[in-house]
């Protein structure tokens, strides 16, 4: 054996590989296997017959795809969301600070206490929303999300109902 390399086989044993792996392995392949890096449909019902697949668990497994992914575009989109409201409060909240910090500079700083006052709670509010945003915990994330599926699904009933209402 080579001075440096792994031995895989153990004597005797056959090397077992985690499922994880397997999958991330096979992944590779096809991927260097396939020139475009797209498969056909009927490719991959022939490499799953090829692996011992069942046409069944491979229909489950494609539904299982597509949750994953309508999920993950939908955070996408809810990640968008949240960055966009906050970048959009912050410039709200930098405007309206610059907007009282000039206007004590031409009072003569007579207001100052009204900036602290007015300025100093919006801050806060700020900076609990970009940590909220940029440092979520799990829990929240995933209440927050789907208090926002429910808006969104909300949302378009009611759009739909109005379209119907008017249409008809």
């Known amino acids: 054996m080579a001075e440096g390399v792994p031995e895989l086989y153990g004597e005797g044993r056959e090397l077992l590989y ?3 792996d397997v999958q991330q392995i096979l992944q590779i392949a096809i991927a260097r296997q396939s020139d475009s890096g797209e498969l056909s449909r009927d490719q991959l019902l022939e490499v799953a017959e090829e692996l011992g697949i069942t046409a069944a668990t491979l229909a489950a497994a494609e539904q299982d795809w597509q949750v994953q992914k309508h999920d993950l575009a939908n955070r996408s989109a ?5 960055r966009q409201r906050f970048h959009h409060g912050l410039a ?6 610059s907007f009282l910090t000039i206007f004590n500079g031409l009072t003569g700083g007579y207001l100052t206490w009204l900036i602290y006052l007015v300025v100093g709670p919006w801050a806060l509010k700020l900076t609990w929303d970009g940590w909220r945003i940029y440092r979520p915990n ?4 995933n209440r927050e999300f789907r208090r926002w599926q429910w ?3 909300l949302g378009r009933s009611f759009n739909g109902a109005v379209q119907r209402l008017f249409s008809g």
């Open 92 to 97: 709200q909240g930098l405007i309206f600070a």
């Open 138 to 141: 799990e829990y929240s994330y």
């Open 78 to 82: 809810f990640d968008r969301d949240r």
């Open 18 to 20: 985690a499922a994880a």
């Open 151 to 153: 808006r969104q699904r």
